[in-house]
């Protein structure tokens, strides 16, 4: 069984910079797909940024290019995934969640093409 939990959100000046941390945890496969979602009030879900196991750099949402990135770990069965947010806008405002799969996700766009996701974890940025 596979779980992901997202933690390290808050409230923070335009601006500023926040960590968000995933934690996925029963990922046996050598193989895998994190990333990262969010979405705000009225809005779909969004693709922020992600990675394959093998690929050479993330992927990023133009919008975050820049100004977030991520780095991820493994240690055995538990990929931790990291994603630092810089010079944070208040559009950035939303609920970010993790999502993980435990294989090579063609489309890590689409955040419905991922097994796993976790719960959120709300990001909101003031004037």
């Known amino acids: 069984q596979v779980h992901v939990v997202e933690s390290g959100g808050g409230l923070v000046q335009a601006g500023g910079s926040l960590r968000l941390s995933c934690a996925a945890s029963g990922i046996t496969a050598r193989s895998y797909t994190m990333g990262w979602f969010r979405q705000a009030p009225g809005n779909e879900r969004e693709f922020v940024a992600a990675?394959?196991?093998?690929?050479?750099?993330?992927?990023?949402a133009d919008s975050v290019k820049g100004r977030f990135t991520i780095s991820i770990s493994r240690d055995n069965a538990k990929i931790t995934m990291i994603l630092d947010m810089n010079n944070l806008k208040p559009e950035d405002t939303a609920v970010y969640y993790c999502?993980?799969?435990?294989?090579?996700?063609?489309?890590?766009?689409?955040?419905?093409?991922?097994?796993?996701r976790g719960q959120g974890t709300q990001v909101t940025v003031s004037l």
């Open positions: 999502a993980a799969d435990s294989s090579w996700v063609a489309d890590l766009w689409t955040p419905s093409k991922y097994d796993y």
């Open positions: 990675k394959r196991w093998n690929d050479d750099s993330p992927y990023y």
